[in-house]
């Protein structure tokens, strides 16, 4: 996707199998994490992250564009993340080159919002911004980014994947016992990947069916999950304290007893 020659190819392909001459939908959804740190990390990395991610969806729109608006009523949807506003992981855990790819694609889909409107009025465009969805991105990013399965990982590498820091915070949250082997690390990576993927709280067949019922209700802005929209509410409520851990779960925490109020007042009230 972040070659723009092969995206042309794809779009060829397309209109050929479908002897058409316009798509109606164009989804721009590939992505891969990686390049953390911009200060300690490999630039290949970072810039390899940054470039699959932006330019992708760069790419789709400048290819699709024009099939969309021959359509007479297509939809361009961006696939950006929560990290689209909130851009970390959590303390300890940099997240540069994938947080600053998809707050472009955040910020290129809302100037995509007047342009449309003004030079292609028959082209939607919708941002997704999903929490937490049950995938392997973690498991493909590792192997889109050259780094073996975690269990065949030298030290090295596995140090890399998860350094100092982040295994601090690993062993203080419980995770990771003291004095943490590399063996051990190997395999809390192996499970991470298949917890990510096997007990998210939304399936990618979930979160496709919040996007299109988006969609199609004309929304311009799609949340998928309960995560994201507490995130939003609280990134939003108190933006300052976003990087602030302990003042952001309070704001999120105020969300949530917003949130049970209002159900238990529409209870009530029917």
Known sequence: MSDEAQVQRFRGEVVHQHAADHVDLVFSNAGIGGGPSFVGGRREEWERTFTVNWRGTYNCARTFLRLLIASGDGVLVNTSSVNGFWASL???MPNTAYATAKFAIKGFTEAL???????A???RVAVVMPGHVGTDIIANSRRANGMPEPLDMSDAQIEEVIPGEVQAGLISAGMLPKGASADDLRRLLAQIENDFRDKAPLT????????LDGVRSGQWRILVGDDAKMLDAAVRGTPEAAYDYPELAKAAAR????????RETA????
């Open 255 to 262: 969300v949530r007893a917003s949130s049970r109020d209002a």
């Open 204 to 211: 990618a067949a979930d979160a496709a069916t919040i996007i």
């Open 113 to 119: 919002i007047e342009d449309l409107r003004t030079n």
């Open 90 to 92: 959590g303390r300890g």
């Open 121 to 123: 009025p028959q082209v």
């Open 267 to 270: 209870a009530r009230v029917r």
